[in-house]
């Protein structure tokens, strides 16, 4: 057997980088007021990266999951690699007595995906005991997760597909936009569903770095909380490690490298990104703009173009 030509790094060395302990006021208000909402719902949601199915679990969400009856949806699909998804979440159904999953992708104007949310919701609710809502001809849910898995676009989905109507609540690229449990917000006709949103909350103490860089990764956890050239240095040794090379062919690289340096400096050269330094003599100088160039890396890969990947391990 032939030698591979190159030997990519094993492991990721952490360094100072402590993930561990990212946890705003506003999670644990919104992780009280959650539970407070508990009893006025049928149904909870729980929408989830398809990306990390287990680094982006929160042990508290899946304990109330097991309160009322639940959904899992797994939103971004279309980003995941789904075989190697679809592998874990067969070793996750084997831990949930409620096995109701599903995948989705709620970013596109006509998701097909999108549009089997409520059917499954609405069988969910309809096959269920309902407790002290028996006589509630409303149906209400509560729909949780860790930030930016979707929950904003699923419920602008819903609103768009089954009421014809826009944005109930908003969305954007970074995580921390929904602070608190918002007033009810309707997302079907027949039956008549409220939906209450929640804030994207995680668990308080993240288990391992190796957990904290998956959730940089898919921005779940803020950019600046860990440094944007970080975040890409562990994107690259899991597209790497996984064998995932397109990121070559993307940047017109000369061939996969290990030196997250090397690969920044060659898309600023590439894409005439550069900023001005005053050197020590007081002269001006024009160098590559790192910042820019990792910032580019991480798009592409946040919007699927350097290939589908799951992080987390089958």
């Known amino acids: 057997m032939s ?53 982006g679990r ?7 999951m097991g309160v009322r009856p639940s959904l899992l949806v797994l939103n971004k699909m279309d980003l995941a690699d789904l075989d190697k998804t679809k592998m874990i979440i067969d070793n996750l159904r084997e831990e949930r007595e409620n096995k109701q999953m599903m995948f989705c992708e709620c970013l596109t104007q006509h998701s097909r995906s999108a549009k089997k949310v409520m059917p499954k919701i609405v069988e969910i609710i309809e096959s269920s005991e309902r407790y002290n809502r028996d006589e509630e001809v409303e149906y209400s849910i509560l ?26 609540t908003s969305t954007a690229p970074t995580p921390g936009v929904t602070r608190s449990v918002l007033h009810k917000i309707k997302v079907n006709e027949r039956p008549t569903i409220w939906l209450y949103d929640t804030p994207g909350v995680l668990t308080p103490q993240i288990q391992h770095p190796d957990i904290g860089m998956k959730l ?16 890409c240095d562990y994107l690259l040794y899991i597209l790497n490690k996984q ?11 000369d061939s996969p490298t290990d030196d997250i340096m090397q690969v920044l400096f060659h898309i600023a050269d590439k894409q005439k990104k550069t900023i001005l330094l005053k050197t020590y003599d007081g002269s001006v100088v024009r160098r590559p703009d790192m ?9 592409a890969f946040r919007k699927g173009e350097l290939g589908r990947v799951t992080l987390d391990d089958a």
């Open 291 to 299: 910042f820019r160039a990792a910032d580019m890396m991480l798009r």
């Open 243 to 253: 064998e995932i090379h397109k990121y070559v062919e993307y940047f017109e690289l």
């Open 143 to 168: 729909c949780t997760g860790i930030p930016n898995v979707g929950k904003s676009s699923l419920i602008n989905a819903m609103r768009r597909l089954h009421l014809k109507k826009g944005r109930g």
């Open 58 to 64: 929160n042990t508290i969400l899946k304990e109330l």
């Open 216 to 231: 940089a990764v898919c921005g779940t956890i803020p950019d600046h909380r860990v440094g944007i050239d970080i975040i």
């Open 3 to 55: 030698k591979p030509d190159r030997i990519f790094r094993q492991i990721f060395q952490f360094g100072s980088t402590d993930l561990t302990h990212w946890f705003p006021s506003h999670m644990a208000k919104g992780m009280k007021k959650m539970m407070a909402t508990l009893k006025k719902v049928d149904l909870v949601v729980e929408v989830h990266d398809a990306r990390i199915p287990i680094a």
